[in-house]
Protein backbone atom coordinates (compact mmCIF):
# COMPACT_ATOMS: atom_id res chain seq x y z
CA UNK A 1 0.00 0.00 0.00
CA UNK A 2 3.19 2.54 0.40
CA UNK A 3 4.05 1.73 -2.39
CA UNK A 4 1.14 2.58 -4.23
CA UNK A 5 0.55 5.68 -2.25
CA UNK A 6 4.00 6.85 -3.03
CA UNK A 7 3.86 5.65 -7.03
CA UNK A 8 0.64 8.14 -7.04
CA UNK A 9 1.79 11.10 -5.00
CA UNK A 10 5.05 11.27 -7.73
CA UNK A 11 2.89 10.90 -10.89
CA UNK A 12 1.18 13.59 -9.76
CA UNK A 13 3.68 15.59 -8.88
CA UNK A 14 5.37 14.93 -12.10
CA UNK A 15 2.49 15.89 -14.04
CA UNK A 16 1.98 19.32 -11.82
CA UNK A 17 5.81 19.69 -12.97
CA UNK A 18 5.19 19.22 -16.39
CA UNK A 19 1.65 21.33 -16.94
CA UNK A 20 4.10 24.02 -14.70
CA UNK A 21 6.38 23.97 -17.52
CA UNK A 22 3.86 24.47 -20.61
CA UNK A 23 3.61 27.48 -22.07
CA UNK A 24 0.02 28.92 -21.75
CA UNK A 25 -1.83 30.00 -18.67
CA UNK A 26 -4.60 27.17 -17.93
CA UNK A 27 -2.19 24.15 -17.60
CA UNK A 28 0.13 26.51 -15.86
CA UNK A 29 -3.17 26.86 -12.99
CA UNK A 30 -3.52 23.00 -13.39
CA UNK A 31 -0.26 22.51 -12.83
CA UNK A 32 -0.08 24.23 -9.30
CA UNK A 33 -3.33 23.08 -8.15
CA UNK A 34 -2.01 19.42 -8.90
CA UNK A 35 1.32 20.01 -6.51
CA UNK A 36 -1.07 21.45 -4.41
CA UNK A 37 -3.26 18.50 -3.73
CA UNK A 38 0.08 16.28 -4.20
CA UNK A 39 1.74 17.73 -0.98
CA UNK A 40 -1.88 17.79 0.91
CA UNK A 41 -2.09 13.90 0.09
CA UNK A 42 1.86 13.71 1.06
CA UNK A 43 1.13 15.48 4.29
CA UNK A 44 -2.32 13.88 4.93
CA UNK A 45 -0.30 10.24 4.68
CA UNK A 46 2.61 11.63 6.92
CA UNK A 47 0.00 11.49 9.47
CA UNK A 48 -0.84 8.22 9.40
CA UNK A 49 -4.93 6.44 9.07
CA UNK A 50 -5.82 5.40 12.56
CA UNK A 51 -8.86 3.28 13.11
CA UNK A 52 -10.48 2.76 16.58
CA UNK A 53 -7.65 5.39 18.13
CA UNK A 54 -8.81 8.42 20.58
CA UNK A 55 -7.94 11.67 18.71
CA UNK A 56 -6.70 13.48 21.82
CA UNK A 57 -4.57 12.20 24.39
CA UNK A 58 -6.28 9.66 25.96
CA UNK A 59 -5.38 6.74 28.75
CA UNK A 60 -5.36 4.06 25.09
CA UNK A 61 -1.65 3.37 23.83
CA UNK A 62 -2.93 4.41 20.10
CA UNK A 63 -3.52 8.04 19.73
CA UNK A 64 -4.55 9.39 16.48
CA UNK A 65 -2.28 12.61 15.66
CA UNK A 66 -5.09 15.52 14.70
CA UNK A 67 -2.44 18.03 13.13
CA UNK A 68 -1.84 16.42 9.73
CA UNK A 69 -5.62 16.56 9.14
CA UNK A 70 -5.68 20.00 10.40
CA UNK A 71 -2.84 21.41 8.14
CA UNK A 72 -4.41 19.47 5.10
CA UNK A 73 -7.96 21.22 6.06
CA UNK A 74 -6.47 24.31 6.17
CA UNK A 75 -4.02 24.14 3.02
CA UNK A 76 -7.52 23.09 1.26
CA UNK A 77 -8.59 26.51 1.81
CA UNK A 78 -5.47 28.15 0.90
CA UNK A 79 -5.46 26.55 -2.38
CA UNK A 80 -8.92 27.47 -3.58
CA UNK A 81 -8.44 31.03 -2.79
CA UNK A 82 -5.01 30.82 -4.22
CA UNK A 83 -6.52 29.51 -7.55
CA UNK A 84 -8.78 31.84 -7.53
CA UNK A 85 -6.25 34.55 -7.51
CA UNK A 86 -4.34 32.94 -10.13
CA UNK A 87 -7.05 32.49 -12.60
CA UNK A 88 -7.82 35.80 -12.09
CA UNK A 89 -4.43 36.97 -13.17
CA UNK A 90 -4.27 35.10 -15.83
CA UNK A 91 -7.87 36.82 -17.45
CA UNK A 92 -6.34 39.78 -17.18
CA UNK A 93 -3.18 38.93 -18.43
CA UNK A 94 -5.46 37.85 -21.36
CA UNK A 95 -7.03 40.69 -21.68
CA UNK A 96 -4.18 43.29 -21.36
CA UNK A 97 -1.96 41.34 -23.76
CA UNK A 98 -4.17 39.35 -26.17
CA UNK A 99 -2.84 36.10 -25.73
CA UNK A 100 -2.54 33.52 -22.70
CA UNK A 101 0.99 32.72 -23.23
CA UNK A 102 2.55 32.80 -20.09
CA UNK A 103 5.49 35.20 -20.91
CA UNK A 104 2.99 37.33 -22.68
CA UNK A 105 4.17 36.96 -26.53
CA UNK A 106 2.79 33.68 -28.93
CA UNK A 107 6.19 31.78 -29.93
CA UNK A 108 7.34 32.32 -33.69
CA UNK A 109 7.08 29.32 -35.78
Not at 16 to 27: A, D, K, N, Q, V
Not at 47 to 54: M, P, V, Y
Request: no cysteine; net charge neutral.
Amino acid sequence: MEFLLATGIGIVTAAGIWLLLRGRSFPVVLGLSLLGYAVNVFIFAMGRLWTGAAPIVDRGPDVADPLPQALVLTAIVIGFATTGFVIELALRSRHDNGSDHVDGQEPRR
